[in-house]
């Protein structure tokens, strides 16, 4: 058997005493280690005989924390500009920082000569300026797009676009027509124009700014309906730029509605009248503006009958139904649909050539 000291397998053969002769004389047997005393240095004993416990920072240590600071002290520097350039970009923030130009609005009512012709909806139609018409939106049509000096084809593409949805939410949807709906056409207005919008709405007044009927077209639903839905539309938009900055799109669109009494119910659409609006509607974008879907509404100039004089249409378009006539008294003749516009005077008389013609007996 091997001693105690020896490895459980013995002493390697060949090896004297094997491999702890060399070591004998440092190995410490337990006795010897309970005996030892323990001594730690003190705190000026280690700073006199024994190397300091931090040592200095190596100068490639000292740099790489130079460098930590600047990238925060960069991050922060970015974070601030970032916060500083939305705050500028703010839709809202630019009403307070420009000078905010109004909706200029004119309204010519065209009285009629004679009493107003009636019918039914397709039987108007056919005989009148409007049968060749299309229905609906298609019957605004868009230009050939071309870029411009300052705009590419894209952004004009959008102002196109917004100025379309702003035609047919005003001139075409029902809602707005005869339903008192003023929030199809309100979400596209540009926020600096929304407060003149409103006062337009809730006090209509003819002045000039604050004609509802310059934003958008609407009958009174207490006293007219529609008697056809499908509106003929005839008209064109032309775009050009209007500064450094500005886009500005002009339309020009003939729109004829089938109207009936509202108190007469489905059955009098056999005794519906024509109506007819010309719109001429000056729009301006910003590069906001194209971003947001949003329009400036810089002009209106309406021509409108059959239309009695008199009655305020600030607030609601008020159209002599059929069998209705105004023995008013008005310029000289004016046709909706030819070119050039109307006289200046407040209001005009509907050119015969406008009304339905009665059909040609068989």
Not at 213 to 223: K, N, S
Not at 251 to 274: C, I, K, N, P
Not at 281 to 297: A, C, M
């Amino acid at each position: 058997m091997t001693g105690p000291g020896d490895p459980p397998e013995g002493t390697p053969e060949g090896v004297p005493g094997g491999g702890d002769e060399e070591f004998r004389s440092v190995v410490f047997d337990e006795s010897f280690i309970r005996a030892a005393r323990l001594q730690e240095f003190s705190a000026q004993e280690r700073l006199d005989d024994h190397a300091p416990a931090v040592r200095d920072s190596v100068p490639w240590v000292r740099g790489r924390s130079s460098r930590q600071a600047f990238v925060l002290v960069l991050v922060i520097v970015l974070a601030f500009a970032t916060a500083v350039y939305m705050g500028v970009r703010n839709p809202y923030q630019r009403v307070a920082e420009r000078d905010p130009e109004p909706l200029r609005v004119t309204l010519i009512p065209l009285a009629p000569r004679g009493s107003v012709p009636g019918g039914k909806p397709v039987v108007l139609f056919e005989h009148s300026p409007a049968a060749q018409f299309k229905i609906g939106a298609e019957g605004i049509a868009l230009p050939a797009v071309r870029p411009t000096g300052n705009f590419t084809e894209s952004e004009i593409v959008a102002a196109l676009d917004a100025a379309k949805e702003y035609i047919v939410r005003s001139s075409l949807d029902p809602q707005v027509l005869t339903g008192g709906a003023v929030r199809p056409v309100r979400v596209l207005v540009d926020p600096y124009q929304q407060d003149q919008f409103d006062r337009s709405m809730e006090q209509p007044a003819n002045d000039g700014r604050h004609a509802a009927t310059g934003w958008l077209v609407r009958f009174d639903p207490a006293e007219v309906a529609l008697a056809d839905p499908k509106v003929r539309v005839r008209g064109s938009l032309a775009v050009s730029e209007g500064g450094p900055g500005l886009l500005e799109i002009t339309g020009d669109h003939t729109f004829v509605y089938a109207l009936r009494r509202a108190d007469e119910g489905r059955a009098a659409a056999d005794r519906a009248s024509l109506f007819t609006v010309r719109r001429e509607l000056r729009f301006r974008f910003d590069r906001d503006d194209l971003r947001d879907h949003q329009i400036e509404v810089l002009q209106s100039y309406v021509q409108a009958g059959p239309l009695a004089c008199a009655p305020d249409a600030a607030g609601y378009l008020r159209p002599l139904l059929a069998g209705q006539s105004t023995e008013e008294d008005g310029p000289a003749g004016t046709d909706p649909y030819g070119p050039g516009r109307a006289t200046a005077a407040l209001c005009g008389e509907l050119a015969a050539s406008s009304q339905p013609s009665p059909p040609r007996s068989p």
